[in-house]
C-alpha cells in the first residue's frame, strides 16, 4: 500500500522535530513517503530538516502562502493510495497512519477519515464533527450558549466505533489521492481557518468522512484564533469566504 504525507511549516523549529520523528518511527506497515512544504521558516526550522531527514522531500516557499496552498504544492507530485494531511504539531504515539489506510481499504465509499486527536495529558480535543453554521461558530462563543458548541463537536456523543461525520479537522486527516488530485486539493483562497471545513464539504460530494476513535494522534493546540487580534481577524475573514461560498446557515 502506497501513502504519502505532507507537513506544512512556518517557523515551528520548536514541535517539527517530535512531529517528523514519530511520523516516520511509527509508519511502518505501508510504503510511506513523508512531503514538509516550508513556508519561508526564518527559525532553522527547513535547515533542521535538510540536516537530519534526508528521506523526507523538502519543498522551500519563498514566502507563506497559506496552509492549503502549501498542501497544494504536493498535488501535482503524489502518486500513492492515500495522503495523510499532518499539522506540524502533531506527535503519533502507533502505526495509525497503516490502521487507517487498512480501514479505508476495507470500505471503498469512506472517501476521508480522521482518528480521535488528543491533548498532550491525554484528554480528548473535541474538534467539529459537524460542519460550521452561525449558531456554532459566533454565538457559541456567548456565555448563554456555550452548549452550542457541545452540539458542534458532538460532545456528549460517545463513539465507540467508526462514525460518518460531516467535518474532518485539518490537522490530522487521511484522503484517498485519487480524489485529492481531482478536487485540486484545498481552496487556497483560505489562507488559514475553514479550509479544512470547505474541503469537507466538497470531499462529501464523493464519499463519506468517518471519525475512527480506536487510534489517536496527539495535538499540541495553541488555538491562535482566540488567543490573538490577529489569529481572531485571519479566521473571521476565513468564515466570511467560507459562507458566502457555501451560503448563511443559521
Not at 513523508?34 to 531527514?53: M, P
Not at 475573514?237 to 446557515?249: A, D, N, V
Amino acid at each position: 500500500m502506497k501513502v504519502s504525507g505532507c507537513v506544512v511549516t512556518y517557523n515551528n523549529i520548536d514541535v517539527i522535530e517530535d512531529c517528523i520523528e514519530s511520523v516516520l518511527q511509527c509508519t511502518k506497515n505501508v510504503d510511506f513517503q513523508l512531503y514538509v512544504v516550508d513556508n519561508g521558516s526564518t527559525d532553522g526550522t527547513r535547515e533542521l530538516i535538510k540536516r537530519k531527514y534526508e528521506n523526507v522531500k523538502l519543498i522551500e516557499n519563498e514566502k507563506n502562502s497559506g496552509f492549503g496552498e502549501g498542501h497544494n504544492k504536493v498535488v501535482s507530485l503524489i502518486d500513492s493510495e492515500y495522503h495523510v494531511i499532518i499539522n506540524p504539531d502533531i506527535k503519533l504515539e502507533s502505526d495509525v497512519i497503516s490502521t487507517l489506510c487498512g480501514f479505508m481499504a476495507k470500505h471503498e465509499n469512506v472517501a476521508m477519515v480522521t482518528p480521535k486527536i488528543l491533548n498532550e495529558d491525554k484528554s480528548e480535543q473535541y474538534l467539529p464533527k459537524y460542519c460550521p453554521t452561525i449558531r456554532y461558530v459566533i454565538i457559541s462563543k456567548f456565555k448563554p450558549f456555550q452548549y452550542l458548541r457541545r452540539q458542534y463537536t458532538r460532545q456528549d456523543e460517545s463513539f465507540e466505533k467508526p462514525v460518518k461525520i460531516e467535518f474532518s479537522t485539518g490537522c490530522f486527516s487521511v484522503v484517498r489521492t485519487a480524489l485529492f488530485k481531482e478536487l485540486e486539493g484545498f481552496d487556497s483562497r483560505f489562507f488559514m481557518y475553514c479550509e479544512d471545513a470547505d474541503l469537507s464539504r466538497r470531499v462529501r460530494k464523493k464519499g463519506y468522512i468517518v471519525f475512527y476513535p480506536d487510534v489517536s494522534v496527539i495535538h499540541r493546540w495553541e488555538r491562535e484564533n482566540t488567543r490573538s487580534l490577529k489569529g481572531v481577524i485571519r479566521f473571521m475573514s476565513s468564515l466570511t469566504k467560507y459562507f458566502l461560498k457555501w451560503g448563511i446557515k443559521f
